[in-house]
């Protein structure tokens, strides 16, 4: 069975840091794009990084540039998102999502949740300020 599991999310004051880890079973990284999003009440689901396993590009939305960096061990199947200097705007629920059967144009379709087949269940994240 494919599983994206998400763990590290929890309460942070502001500026504060925290490592997310997404997990992967049932398949492997490598020639996937492997996304970030997160979820605030009353918001829409929104892209918050990706990685493409195969060549190692990032990209991030611009609300986190400079203060978010994603990162992976594809020999763990691991995709992780560090996050510096959080804000309470941070807080949200976030997921990690994997997608195999398109990578052309990657920049183009990122931070669009509908393009991700694979979905894990979630982790909070709480930034106080």
């Known amino acids: 069975e494919v599983q994206l599991v998400e763990s590290g999310g929890g309460l942070v004051q502001a500026g504060g840091s925290l490592r997310l880890s997404c997990a992967a079973s049932g398949f492997t990284f490598d020639d996937y794009a492997i996304g970030w999003f997160r979820q605030a009440p009353g918001k829409e689901r929104e892209g918050v990084s990706c990685l493409s396993s195969s060549d190692g590009r990032t990209y991030y939305a611009d609300s986190v540039k400079g203060r978010f960096t994603i990162s992976s061990d594809n020999a763990k199947n691991t995709v992780y998102l560090q996050m510096n200097s959080l804000k309470p705007e941070d807080t949200a629920v976030y997921y990690c999502?994997?997608?195999?059967?398109?990578?052309?144009?990657?920049?183009?379709?990122?931070?669009?949740?509908?393009?991700?087949?694979?979905w894990g269940q979630g982790t909070q994240v709480t930034v106080s300020s």
């Open positions: 999502a994997a997608e195999s059967r398109k990578l052309r144009l990657l920049r183009l379709w990122w931070s669009s949740p509908y393009e991700y087949e694979y």
